[in-house]
């Protein structure tokens, strides 16, 4: 796991965030989950990284690489 890695996970307090692998806070809070993904993954994109998207649960159920698009 890349450690610029985003990941989509269930805020506590409520909504959905978007958080940098190995950090303790979150870069931002969304309302729904749909827009969470959004943001990580232009994040991703940008960053040549890697999204993980958790569910309530906190499992993975989908991750998405943008590592290759650096090789391009």
Known sequence: MNSKSQHIVKNPSGGWAVKRSGSS??????????????????????????????????????KDSYIMDAEK
Do not use: C, F, P
């Open 25 to 62: 806070r979150v870069t931002k809070v969304y309302l729904n989950k749909k827009e969470a993904i959004e943001r990580g993954r232009a994040i991703a994109k940008n960053q040549k990284s890697e999204l993980y998207i958790h569910g309530v649960d906190g499992k993975v159920l989908e």
